[in-house]
């Protein structure tokens, strides 16, 4: 799965091959379709790893108030690297996420990752809710909302070189105060 | 260029060959590179095409108050079809916008094609702030942000298949009413 993340980062989704995989994980090639038939089994075993990982990664919202939890929410989600092999994995991401328009089993493993992503920031908004930090917004709306913005911004920061993941800070506070967050007066 | 968006809803992105846009416009291959001396001065070319293409679809904006061309921006960019020729060109659209994070010349195209979008819906919200319709927000932070919220509802419409284009009017609904048009009581 190492061996996947970095071939994934060094030639992006299109030049990645079970040979690649086998000569960055240091094993012989048939090892790896001894566990994975085909390319499309790796890729497939790859974003359930993915997921996993990003479900650690998300922990890391800590046990603060909801408010604190969504706003270190998108500051992780904004904290896209460029030009290094995490930035270089990102752009790959994008491309296996846009290959999944084409192939049913990317999507459906794609569409895990996400549902999980959700279910983070729904728990979050709900608890918002329920506390009086928040409005009383529709937690699973909204949370979608924030993550075709975050996505959108983080794709154009990715593919079009834009400053979007720093322009969005202020646009998506303005979102967060007009609509989330519990009127203070 | 005709035949480039036919090629592109066929066999998408990658499939594009100068000989298959000769095809589709029933002419040599020869009198492609004799107007593109390479498939990616082709592409460029097409993305200025489109580029002009979009303009005058965002003409159907229309005449009216700022509210009412916000509100029809965000129904032009959210009615995305599928499974037809345009939806299918939507895919291989994304899959050029994807391409953009390794080829400099179409990033330089694209940027060119969102900067056209976001003056048009600038222009709009500069209008509405004027008018007092809208309240005092910064029009081009506001317009990235819509963009990039909208184009992350259509990439996860068009790759995952979720219903975020739907999903996505009320939390967009909400976002204008609690931070942009002017309130009203």
Redesign the interface.
Known sequence: MVGTYRVLADV?FDGLTTQRVADAADCSQSLVHYHYDTKEDLVVAFLEWVREAEGDYLEGLGEGSAEDRLRAFVDLQLSIPRDDEHGWFN?AF??L??A???NDRY?DA??EF?SMVDDVLVAVIEDGVETGEFRD??PR??A??L???????V??T?????D?TE??R???E??LE??VLAETD
């Open positions: 992006g752009v994008l491309e996420q846009t999944a328009a084409r999507r794609l569409r996400t917004v529709d709306a909204t979608r909302f993550r075709y913005a975050l996505h959108g911004a794709g154009a990715l593919t079009l070189h834009e979007a322009a969005v202020a646009p998506v303005a979102y007009g609509v």
